[in-house]
């Protein structure tokens, strides 16, 4: 069978500087993948090419989902096709209330009538953002904004899901809150490929993992052993 | 009193229209992060398009208005796609599009000037009668229905941004556009309804004030400055401060030149301008935009 999520030949420049040297890529339905590396790597102007995100003149190579070419398609069609990105940092809309918020990632369905019982759905996944509905997101906490982000990009019901550093910047025990919640949405069978700089979380959580470096994929394979390589040891799991 | 009462209706007459364009400056300016100095010239395009509806083509007044809403809604819509949206894409700096905003106005006002008149056309009356009575001093019924109008138009521009999805998907974008086009909004379109939108209302803030001021090529470019002053006053990007800003500018200016000299009033209104900018740059709504930049 034909990967959900493939790259060929990925290249991707800003302007003369090439930051993506040539990377292939594949995440096949249901599968969890993660991809790690030191900053600056490529690891999240790879997302944000994949999501449309990103100025389409600077992408060289084949970006395939679902079988259709999608590279340089313009971010909302993208997500259209249900190929969702929870951002880095989060971007939550700030001066909108949690459920508004929501609602926003709700945009695109045509079925209004079940989006009451999603947002109940996601309640009930983080009880939290219920009790805080009618707040401002701008006034959430960190962990509480990863999770109106998760929320957001899930309520538009997506195929597979892009996270972009997902534990950045959170308390280790909103950290594991977090990696729970898309380790469950992973099992009702949402593809997912998140960017995450805290290896051990990232292999641990993970089937399969490619290791960035520069620009280019430096190691591929499944997390448990990558999580014996002697280098992916020394370079990324501090020793 | 009498004459409180008759500068009063005045001034929220004219602060209405001032609204109006206020609130098209500070849409443009949550959704893209840009000035435009078109909007006063918008609406001198409104008011004689309106013109051309209501008094050479004889069509109701009503049917005029939303005719001049549409068309002027289209112009705005299509300065967004054909002129900024251009420029944006060449990756010019932010001032290169605001000269391009100066450059559309005045290509507005002596396009209006080719195609219309040079002269003041009188714009006809929407009433059978001259004046009403309100509170026992006689108004001209035009400027009730200016200030119920901007009332009507500012009410419903508050339900269209909190109430309805395109509305929201709109105060999305412009809090986070990125954001908003990974939650499958089409950030360019919402933008370019926005200039839709900015244009809209402007336009028929010239079929309001055309019954009291007369339609010349020059009628918006004065408003719209003045406007521009009351959507710094309001906080400029805050659509309601535009809303209050714009009101109270146009409310002040009136007594001005009621009570003291008809001819400080502008003298007053850019003053007041630029106490704002030193004492409040934020506005009455306290908007951090201008501090952003």
């Known amino acids: 069978m034909a990967p959900l999520?493939?790259?060929q030949d990925f290249h991707y420049y800003y302007g003369n500087i090439h930051t993506v040297k040539g990377i292939n890529m594949k995440v096949d339905e249901g599968e969890m993948v993660t991809?790690?590396?030191a900053n600056g790597a490529g690891k999240t102007t790879t997302l944000q090419a994949i999501s449309g995100l990103k100025e389409a003149k600077g992408i060289r190579g084949k970006i395939l989902f679902n079988g259709k070419e999608i590279q340089g398609l313009s971010g909302h069609r993208i997500a259209a096709m249900g190929l969702c990105q929870v951002l880095e940092g989060r971007h939550v809309f700030s001066k909108l209330t949690v459920e508004e918020n929501l609602m926003t990632g709700a945009y695109l369905r045509k079925d209004t009538k079940n989006i009451k019982d999603d947002l109940k759905d996601i309640y009930r996944r983080f009880p939290r953002l219920e009790e805080r509905r009618t707040q401002l997101a701008g006034t959430l906490s960190g962990g509480e904004q990863q999770m109106l982000a998760i929320g957001r990009a899930l309520i538009n019901?997506?195929?597979?899901?892009?996270?972009d550093e997902p534990s950045l910047g959170l308390a280790p025990v909103i950290i594991k809150e977090v990696f729970k919640a898309i380790r469950e949405i992973n099992k009702e069978g949402v593809t997912v490929l998140f960017v995450e700089q805290n290896s051990k979380i990232a292999l641990n959580t993970a089937n399969r993992g490619y290791v960035m470096q520069v620009g280019e994929v430096a190691m591929e394979g499944y997390c448990k052993d990558l999580l014996e390589d002697e280098e992916v040891k020394k370079a990324y799991l501090g020793g | 009193m009498r004459m409180l009462i008759q500068l009063i209706i005045t001034g929220l007459a004219l602060g209405g229209v001032y609204s109006l364009i206020s609130m098209g400056y500070s849409l443009i300016y949550k959704a893209s992060g840009l000035?435009?100095?078109?909007?006063?010239d918008i609406l001198t395009v409104g008011a004689f398009l309106g013109l051309t509806f209501y008094r050479f083509l004889k069509l109701p007044y009503i049917v005029a208005l939303l005719l001049t809403m549409a068309v002027a809604f289209i112009i705005g819509f299509l300065l967004e796609k054909g002129v900024i949206r251009k420029l944006l894409n060449k990756n010019v700096n932010a001032i290169y599009i605001v000269l391009a905003t100066i450059a559309v106005s005045y290509i507005f006002q002596n396009g209006a000037q080719a195609i219309w008149s040079s002269k003041v056309e009188y714009f006809p009356s929407v009433f059978s009668t001259d004046s009403v009575a309100v509170l026992g001093v006689n108004v001209q019924p035009e400027s009730l229905l200016c200030i119920g109008a901007s009332m009507i138009c500012m009410i419903l521009l508050h339900f269209f941004m909190t109430k309805t999805r395109i509305g929201t998907s709109m105060r999305a974008a412009a809090m986070d556009?990125?954001?908003?086009?990974?939650?499958?909004?089409?950030?360019?379109l919402n933008t370019g309804i926005t200039w839709g939108i900015a244009a809209g209302i402007a336009a028929i803030g010239g079929i309001f004030i055309g019954p009291m001021y007369g339609v010349y090529v020059t009628l918006g470019s004065k408003l719209g400055t003045k406007g521009f002053a009351g959507a710094v006053m309001g906080g400029y990007g805050n659509m309601y401060g535009a809303m209050v800003g714009g009101l109270l500018l146009g409310l002040l200016e009136t007594l001005v030149a009621g009570y003291i000299s008809s001819e400080l009033r502008n003298l007053f209104a850019y003053i007041i301008l630029i106490i704002f900018l030193f004492v409040k740059p934020t506005g009455i709504f306290n908007e951090q935009a201008i501090q952003d930049v």
């Open chain 1, 5 to 7: 999520l493939e790259l």
């Open chain 1, 35 to 37: 991809i790690i590396g």
């Open chain 1, 157 to 163: 019901k997506p195929k597979m899901m892009l996270l």
């Open chain 2, 35 to 40: 000035m435009t100095f078109a909007q006063g």
């Open chain 2, 177 to 188: 556009s990125m954001a908003a086009e990974s939650c499958g909004i089409n950030v360019s």
